[in-house]
């Protein structure tokens, strides 16, 4: 079978393996070039540098989330929606959607999730500033919760390590730490993640009666 053609779509998808096994900082136009099996001169033909090909990664990543959207729905629920969609995607692409929120996009695939954020809390009657700093808190929302869902920021996450005992805790130091070692123990991350956007999504709209 002849080899298949290099494009771009396939150096992406090279990379876009290549950062969900080992992260972003392995990737490098030689690295990308052996994982293909090519001469690291023949990427450039294709992309021009290591920046634009993350760019490129954010940017398919970003294409591939499944907004369904319904302009007559409350603007509750199209909000959680839009942020459930996020998340759904940021679940198949943990590493790469690091790389996302590292970029500045530009593109129709970067911009088209703010705009309708916006125009979601715009509509909702948010002014334009308050629906900026909203999708703002969101955005950290969403990106904080899937660190700690891929073990990158490990407090108040559930206990993987054998090393780690949280049921050892000094209970008269730490009585609420030590009574509660259970629950800290354990997390649903998908039942976590909706529980805190309930609490955001209710403290919005508290916002918006204001």
Known sequence: ????????????????????????????????????????????????????????????????????????????????????????????????????VSRQLQSTAGLLPVERAL??????????HEAVRILRVFIAYIVGSLLREVGVTPTFAPVHRSDIAVESVDPLLFPQVSGLAPMLADCDHESEFEFGLELLIQAIAVQLKR
């Open 1 to 100: 079978m002849p080899a298949e053609p290099l494009s771009r779509p396939r150096i992406v998808a090279a990379a876009i393996a290549l950062i969900e096994r080992e992260g972003a900082d392995a990737v490098s136009m030689r690295r990308i070039a052996a994982e293909l099996g090519v001469g690291v001169m023949s990427l450039y033909n294709h992309v021009p540098n290591k920046s634009a090909l993350l760019d490129a990664v954010a940017e398919t990543v970003l294409s591939q989330i499944e907004f369904v959207d319904d302009p007559g729905a409350d603007w509750t629920d199209r909000v959680r929606m839009q942020a459930l969609a996020f998340r759904q995607i940021a679940h198949h692409y943990p590493r790469c959607t690091m790389v996302v």
């Open 119 to 128: 125009a979601t809390l715009r509509s909702a009657g948010f002014g334009g």
